[in-house]
């Protein structure tokens, strides 16, 4: 009996890999490129990854504290000095440079991280506004959202410090990667950014800046919504709200929902117009948006129902989503839930990216 059992389950074993392999092959044959090309290996998220169950932790804005200083003693680690080691500049922020560097931690091993500093003779406000950024961070604790590992406070200089994303900012990759890339991987690059501000709007942060500059990408190809710095300078009051806020920061006009624009009016179904822009910006690999129309022309443009074209060779179901989240009302738009579940689907079923395909060719 166990020798039938054994052979038995040889059979059982050899006919799903068998189905297997054909699934493959056949996935293979309708579509090659799904599989080919220079393509650094990824990591899909699980499906139902960093999904929370609504209202069970609700984002506190740092700003309604009487004492800042206090806020982010609630929210970010305090880091000694001496476990911080700088190496290179990596860039500028708005309050001074950032670089890359290390990270040792007492008993803990070593790590990259990035290090935004402020500089030296900042006034009191700038330096609340730039540690308002870890107030806000440190609230967040979710696979697509830019980690926090703490701050530096209580030496210069002061320093927040976040995990090294390898590949840095999404819309400069794509550009230095042009076409490189299957659909089905922009899909799950697209789905990582949807999931981490699905997490965001349960938590009632409206980020207000979304845009493929401020996604940072991971040398697995994990994007990460980061930059939490504008919102707060959007909410100040200005003789021309449409580009300027009292700070003197740009509001990025191609990227902001029109009700947004012409009233302030910012909410998570404006971040959800802002992710429509970044969906084409991911599929046209990192092409600026409405090309070289002013701002001005591009709110008059969307005011009489211009929209972008699907960038080429983009799959009519993911312009078809862009265009979903481009809809006037608002209330229209699909949340950032049945976004993540509209990509999970594509994942699932690459040939509804095939279909398009045929579609578009025909």
Known sequence: KSELGQQLSLIAGSLVGGVCIISLVAIVTLRPDMFSGPTPTVTFPTLSEGHSSPGVKIYI??????DPNEAVREFAKEIDPSCVKIEEVIG???????????????????????????????????????????????????????????????????????EFMENGALDSFLRQNDGQFPVIQLVGMLRGIASGMRYLAEMSYVHRDLAARNILVNSNLVCKVSDFGLSRYLEEDTSDPTYTSSLGGK???????????????????SDVWSYGIVTWEVMSYGERPYWDMSNQDVINAIEQDFRLPAPMDCPVVLHQLMLDCWQKDRNARPKFPDIVSMLDKMIRNPRELLMDDVLQSA
């Open 92 to 162: 500028s922020g708005e309050f001074g440079e950032v670089y890359k560097g290390r990270l040792k931690p007492v008993g803990k091993k070593e790590i990259p991280v990035a290090i935004k500093t402020l500089k030296v003779g900042y006034s009191e406000r700038q330096r609340r506004d730039f540690l308002s950024e870890a107030s806000i961070m440190g609230q967040f604790d979710q696979p697509n959202i830019i980690r926090l590992e703490g701050v530096v406070t209580k030496s210069r200089p002061t320093m927040i410090i976040t």
């Open 251 to 269: 509001i990025p006009v191609r990227w902001t929902a029109p009700e947004a624009i012409a009233y302030r009016k910012f909410t998570s179904a």
């Open 61 to 66: 804005d740092p700003f309604t504290y009487e």
